[in-house]
């Protein structure tokens, strides 16, 4: 049982990358892991590795680095907002 219980992982990183062949090789335009990861509902680190690996194979896929912030509101920053600041 121990040999099917590693051999899940490994074949469930093998059908992401095949999904990110075909999503990549259907795209009009550059996708980026995060749009991947929202699409295919995965973790992006998990993505980001699937890419990795397809890029250890050879010449399959061109990936590029690209650093990105993203800001999303908390909850008191929602309130600020509707309240206007507390001080």
Do not use: W
């Amino acid at each position: 049982t121990r040999a099917v219980a590693l051999a899940a992982p490994i074949m469930a990183e093998q059908h992401l990358a095949e999904k990110i062949l075909v999503a990549v090789s259907e795209a009009e335009s550059a996708l980026d892991s995060l749009t991947l990861a929202e699409r295919f509902g995965e973790e992006h680190q998990k993505v980001v590795g699937a890419i990795k690996s397809l890029q250890t194979t050879g010449e399959v896929i061109q990936a590029e680095l690209e650093s990105r912030r993203t800001m999303t509101l908390t909850a008191e920053g929602q309130e600020m907002v509707e309240k206007g600041s507390h001080e």
